[in-house]
T-cell receptor, first 116, second 108 residues
Framework: EAGVAQSPRYKIIEKRQSVAFWCNPISGHATLYWYQQILGQGPKLLIQFQNNGVVDDSQLPKDRFSAERLKGVDSTLKIQPAKLEDSAVYLC??????????????FGPGTRLTVT | AQRVTQPEKLLSVFKGAPVELKCNYSYSGSPELFWYVQYSRQRLQLLLRHISRESIKGFTADLNKGETSFHLKKPFAQEEDSAMYYCALETGANNLFFGTGTRLTVIP
């Protein structure tokens, strides 16, 4: 089966600019996650969707970050305006619908964002 | 609040030697723990989860609630085990809280 797809793979922007990332989960996976991974750290969950509803966005900096998952499939994550500290790899993951016996999350390749 | 500690950022072992990657956690609820691995130029992927009690690629991990640990072990390291390893704690609704990771290098 095809894996989680993300685009773009790399993005360089100046601070105060806007940027958007796209994710296409594995077909049939109802749950979608966005993580931020800063260099030298583990991934940190930003937001979790189940279908097109938000399950958890407690770690999302809502003053500048937004995410949506229209129609319960693809998702976009936006940063507006970007700050230097937003430089990170943004990972998208998907999993089967919770509750489920399988808690495995399948990760995409990530988008590396550099804010200058 | 939850916490996952991986005390070693870097770990080097010789091929054929035993390897242990340490993970300690702090969590008020009933812990569900995982090890994820990222090989060079590949995606982050699940290695094993404590609930399944399985051995994957020769790796095992036992949940020790008394010591709040979930160390990853392999009796004989192979070169292809070189990778970044993350310990992760599920904090509810399938949310994962990751440690900072340990980069394992197996020296030929």
């Amino acid at each position: 089966e095809a894996g989680v797809a993300q685009s773009p793979r790399y993005k360089i922007i100046e601070k105060r600019q806007s940027v958007a990332f796209w994710c296409n989960p594995i077909s049939g996976h109802a749950t979608l996650y966005w993580y931020q991974q800063i260099l030298g750290q583990g991934p940190k969950l930003l937001i979790q969707f189940q279908n097109n509803g938000v399950v958890d966005d407690s770690q999302l900096p809502k003053d500048r970050f937004s995410a949506e998952r229209l129609k319960g499939v693809d998702s976009t994550l936006k940063i507006q305006p970007a700050k230097l500290e937003d430089s990170a790899v943004y990972l998208c993951a998907s999993s089967l619908e919770i509750p489920s016996e399988s808690y495995e999350q399948y990760f995409g390749p990530g988008t590396r964002l550099t804010v200058t | 609040a939850q916490r996952v500690t991986q005390p070693e950022k870097l770990l080097s072992v010789f091929k054929g030697a035993p390897v242990e990657l340490k993970c300690n956690y702090s969590y008020s609820g009933s812990p569900e723990l995982f090890w994820y691995v990222q090989y060079s130029r590949q995606r982050l992927q699940l290695l094993l989860r404590h609930i399944s009690r399985e051995s994957i690629k020769g790796f095992t991990a036992d949940l020790n609630k008394g010591e709040t640990s979930f160390h990853l072990k392999k009796p004989f390291a192979q070169e292809e085990d070189s990778a970044m390893y993350y310990c992760a704690l599920e904090t509810g609704a399938n949310n994962l809280f990751f440690g900072t990771g340990t980069r394992l290098t197996v020296i030929p």
